[in-house]
């Protein structure tokens, strides 16, 4: 019997906006307490563009070091703003770290109505995707240890074989951050490792899976190397309208735009933590394996993962799968 798994994706940004001087240390001493808390992941985003914060893989670094059991990743890297060589050289080193707890999340940087990284990156965003699916196709060839040409449209990565091995065999779970949307699925289903959808309904989550691992079954892949995830942005309080008007103050401050905005473009839920339990549950229910929660708010962030930990990690855990 597998049980879901959930974790959180670290303030990362909002630290580096509070305590700039200490945020490193600040977070790293939050990551041990969400493991002593029950979570089963923590995760780091990533915007040295336009939310500026610490670099994500030096960071992962830190608190695989002090951690024991808790998963650890990105949610999301976006890997165009970066060189392909230098990226496998670090994943693989941050892999060995972390003892084979490694999961990359990567994202292509999709824009929001919001300053975004795409100011930073002078091609097309199909050219983004060619780039990262062509450069991860070569990483997981090199870390398989497969014969062959590393060479693409884009990149020579040959010398990716010169690189020392990860700890994981064949390599850390890559998994895309995306959505629903068919170009997405073809993606998915094809190469990656996992899915994390950033905007989608618990209905459209499960008919995205099924295609997901449709997809996977005609690629010659088993559909269960594909573990279907989720990233959602919560605040709880026992006065649901209070967990509303929260989640509206911290997108308001994070991106200068209105939660009613915002939910056009990532997943939201305010409420109480029972409510926010079962609409996590509906997911689970549509497929999903493993929930990354982000908690919005910049003040009362010690409550609300103490209550989560407390009310919604158990309930989640409890759910028994095939």
Not at 40 to 45: L, N
Not at 66 to 82: E, F, M
Not at 257 to 275: A, C, H, I, R, W
Request: charged share 20%; net charge negative.
């Amino acid at each position: 019997m597998v049980n879901p798994k959930i974790g959180v994706a670290l303030p990362v940004r909002e630290m580096s906006i509070m305590k700039p001087a200490d945020a490193a240390g600040t977070i790293i001493e939050l990551a041990k307490q969400v493991e002593e808390l029950g979570f089963d992941s923590v995760w780091v985003g990533d915007s040295f563009v336009t939310r500026p914060r610490l670099e994500p893989l030096s960071l992962l670094g830190a608190i695989a070091m002090v951690t024991r059991n808790v998963t650890v990743g990105t949610a999301a890297l976006t890997a165009v703003l970066r060189e392909p060589k230098s990226l496998a050289h670090g994943i693989t080193t941050l892999d060995q770290l972390a003892d084979g707890r490694l999961i990359m999340g990567l994202g292509m940087g999709e824009p929001l109505p919001v300053n975004n990284e795409s100011d930073a990156v002078t091609m097309t965003y199909t050219e983004r995707i060619t780039r990262v699916d062509e450069a991860v196709a070569a990483f997981k060839k090199a870390w398989r240890g497969e014969d062959g040409d590393l060479r693409g449209h884009y990149y020579n990565l040959g010398e990716l074989r010169q690189q020392g091995p990860p700890k994981t065999p064949g390599g850390p779970g890559i998994w895309l951050a995306s959505n629903g949307k068919p170009k997405a699925i073809r993606r998915t289903g094809t190469m990656y490792d996992g899915w994390m959808p950033v905007h989608i309904d618990p209905e459209w989550y499960g008919r995205a899976l099924k295609s997901i691992q449709e997809t996977a079954t005609s690629a010659g892949r088993n559909p269960a190397d594909v573990v279907p995830s989720l990233y959602i942005n919560v605040n709880t309080n026992p006065d649901g309208a209070s967990a509303e008007a929260a989640l509206n103050e911290y997108t308001t401050r994070y991106y200068q735009l209105p939660v009613t905005t915002m939910s056009n473009y990532q997943n939201y839920f305010g409420g109480t933590d029972k409510e926010l339990a079962a609409r996590l549950g509906e997911y689970v229910d549509n497929g999903c394996r493993h929930i990354v929660l982000r908690l919005n708010t910049f003040t009362d962030y010690d409550r609300l993962l103490r209550s989560i930990a407390e009310n919604v990690v158990p309930a989640i855990h409890a759910i028994e799968l095939d």
